[in-house]
Each structure stands twice: as C-alpha cells, then as structure tokens.
C-alpha cells in the first residue's frame, strides 16, 4: 500500500501566482518530512524539510505546512516562477529507527506559464 | 553531484541478460540507497546499504541483489534482466540515519 501519496499529477499555475502542492500520508509514526523537486535528466535535488514536533517551515519562497491530525502536507511557492517548474516528491521518514529510509510519494508536476 | 556519480548514464540490454550498475561516493556517507522511478509510483526503494557489506531489501528487491565491498562504492545488479525492469535509476547517499538524501543524475535502463 502507498504509505505516501500525492493525488494530483500534474498541476499549472501562473507566474507570479501561488502553487500549492499536496502530500498525504498513512502512517502516524512517520517523524520526518521532506521535498524534493526534479527537473528532467537529472536527480532528485533536496528543498525543503519538516520534523514532526513542527507545523511550519519557511525558506524564502518556499514554506511547508504540516497537519498531523489529518495527516497531510503541503508545499507552497510564492510567488511561482516559470523556473520552478519540475516534478516535486514529496517524502516520509521513520527517523532513526529505520536506517534513514525515505518513503516517497509519486510526484506532482509543477508547471508554471509565463 | 555533490560527490555521487552513476555509471553507465543510460544502457539498453536484452532480456535475459544481467546488467550492473554503479554508484560511485566521494563523501564517505554510511549509507547509501538505490530507488527506481517508474510513471505513477514515483522512487520506490530497492535496496539499501547502512555500512559495508551491510545491505537490506526495499520494497521492490525481487531479481535485483546489491553488493558494497568498501565505503565508496554500491553496486547494483539485475541478474536476468526483464522487460518490467526497464526504469530509471537513482542512487541516493546519506551521512546519517535522520538526513536527507543526496540523489545521483541516474542511469536509464532499458530492457528490450
């Protein structure tokens, strides 16, 4: 069963606009959570990260918010950029009780017009 | 890449054929993690690695084994390669057990 999931595939929005990108997740001892974006032919490349005793973190354009109640993430950019544009993971992690493993979701295409 | 690098970029073999990859590390982190990305289910762990010579199984381990002889170096390998293994795959590298991942470009594997 997919412990992670984002449910929407693709998303578009407009330069300057907000994007809001959604995780949810199952398991309720997950303690660590992160985003990655991905541009084509390339790895995987770190954003931005959350530990669970947290609902917020912000760098610069990008903040995460984190609702344990109802087990679901979110990733907003604003303003968006057309560079911004790329597939985001997001991800989920046991902590240390599980040698650092990542569980990912499947990833949401961002793209961002002119 | 931050100090990880796969090898071949991108290799087509034929069905039944085995086929290694490689990942390559010159920041000497324990831990070290190979994931396939396919359409729908995102990166899917295979196998990983906490040390040398330690390895576990991912979620989808089947007709792939691991090896890791020094701190450097994670190879994987298909030993008979089939067709719903064609994908691609990323190795990731880790200083710590609660950190997140540095990702290597990948090596697009096709299985024909």
């Given at each position: 069963?997919q412990q992670?999931?984002q449910?929407s595939p693709?998303l578009?929005?407009?330069?300057g606009?907000?994007?809001?990108?959604n995780?949810?997740?199952?398991?309720?001892?997950?303690?660590?959570f992160?985003?990655y974006?991905?541009?084509?032919a390339e790895g995987?490349?770190?954003?931005?990260?959350?530990?669970s005793?947290?609902?917020?973190?912000e760098d610069?354009r990008f903040?995460?918010?984190?609702?344990k109640?109802?087990?679901h993430?979110?990733?907003?950019?604003?303003p968006?950029?057309?560079?911004?544009s790329?597939?985001?993971?997001c991800?989920?992690?046991?902590g240390?009780s599980?040698?650092?493993?990542?569980i990912?979701?499947?990833?949401?295409?961002?793209?961002?017009?002119? | 890449?931050a100090?990880?690098?796969?090898?071949p970029?991108?290799?087509v073999?034929?069905?039944?054929?085995?086929?290694?990859l490689?990942?390559?590390?010159?920041?000497?982190h324990?831990?070290m993690?190979?994931?396939r990305?396919?359409p729908?289910h995102?990166?899917r762990?295979?196998?990983?690695?906490y040390g040398v010579k330690?390895?576990?199984?991912?979620?989808?381990?089947d007709?792939y084994?691991?090896?890791?002889?020094?701190?450097?170096?994670f190879?994987?390998t298909?030993e008979?390669?089939?067709?719903?293994?064609?994908s691609?795959y990323?190795?990731?590298?880790?200083e710590s057990?609660?950190y997140?991942?540095?990702?290597?470009?990948g090596?697009r594997l096709t299985?024909?």
């Open positions: 069963d992670v999931k449910n693709s578009s929005v407009q330069e606009r907000i994007s809001i990108l995780c949810d997740y199952t398991n309720s001892m997950f303690d660590y992160l985003w974006k991905k541009y084509p995987p490349t770190f954003l931005i990260s959350i530990s005793i947290k609902d917020k973190n610069g903040t995460v918010f984190l609702n109640s109802a087990k993430l979110s990733l907003h950019i604003v968006s950029q057309p560079g911004d790329a597939v985001y993971f991800a989920a992690s046991l240390s599980n040698t650092g493993k990542l990912f979701g499947q990833g949401t295409t961002l793209q961002v017009k002119p | 890449d100090g990880i690098t796969q090898s970029r991108h290799k073999t034929e069905t039944g054929t085995p086929v290694t490689r990942c390559h590390q010159t920041e000497n324990r831990y993690y190979w994931y990305q396919d729908g995102g990166l762990l295979i196998h990983y690695s330690d390895t576990d199984k991912g979620e989808v381990s007709g084994s691991v090896s890791r002889s020094k701190t450097e170096d190879l994987l298909l008979s390669a089939t067709s719903s293994q064609t691609v990323f190795c990731a590298i880790s057990d609660y997140g991942y540095t990702f290597g470009s090596t299985v024909v």
